[in-house]
């Protein structure tokens, strides 16, 4: 199996499965189309990462992609596909301090798409599975926000914040997958292995709760898990 991702926080996720992976970075093109939906944006890129990965593969090579877009909500808008704009990797401090102020206090919506290629299907036939998580952020303070941003952390997450740093804490609430805010939706990574004949036998939840200290509400309605 082919982790076509250099996240430690992917890698961190995937090792829940007790399974052996490589890892093997994909570099795309990550631009957003003339009006393109963030949910459509997401899948794209999973599904490019995967095929980007499988150069070289060999025959039963399995090759898991993952993409991760926080779609802000435009004020005044509903929270629907043509009232969202796509929030990416900020490049320098200015840009991610202008990304959390605009989500502070706000609701948004974080998307993340799962691609598998490889197997035995041909490469050109990528399987990919979406995720959606509504996120309320806490009403941080300017001081909490620049000492964030001094560290470094945001610079190389979508949206400009990790929900798992342990010394921000920039969310309040959520309504769904805590591991797909942080880049994998492990239960649709299960799903995605099964349809490949790959079963690990492992209790999500428990994994969720014990690494995560999250009590997953919507894993029975993904994937049900071998105990």
């Known amino acids: 199996m082919i982790l076509a991702s250099n996240s430690p926080r992917r890698r961190q996720l995937l090792n829940w499965l007790d399974l052996p992976f490589e890892v093997r970075a994909a570099n795309i093109d990550e631009s957003v189309l003339p009006g393109e939906a963030p949910d459509d944006y997401t899948r794209r890129l999973a599904r490019q990462k995967a095929l980007a990965a499988s150069t070289g593969c060999q025959p039963g090579d399995l090759i898991l992609a993952s993409d991760t877009t926080v779609a802000a909500v435009d004020r005044d808008r509903a929270l629907d596909r043509g009232g969202m704009s796509i929030l990416g990797k900020p490049g320098w401090a200015a840009e991610a301090e202008t990304m959390l102020r605009s989500l502070r206090g706000r ?120 105990v």
């Open 107 to 226: 609701t948004h919506l974080v998307f993340t798409a799962v691609a598998l290629a490889g197997g035995a299907f041909s490469a050109e036939d990528v399987w990919v599975e979406l995720c959606s998580t509504r996120v309320l952020m806490r009403a941080y303070s300017d001081r909490e926000m620049a000492d964030y941003i001094q560290s470094g952390d945001p610079l190389d997450k979508a949206g400009a914040y990790a929900i798992q740093h342990s010394g921000f804490h920039p969310v309040e609430r959520i309504d769904g997958c805590f591991a797909s805010v942080m880049g994998f939706p492990m239960c649709h990574v299960l799903r995605l292995l099964a349809r490949a004949g790959v079963i690990p036998r492992v209790n999500l939840p428990r994994r969720c709760l014990d690494d995560l200290e999250y009590a997953c509400p919507v894993y029975s309605s993904i994937y049900q898990p071998v």
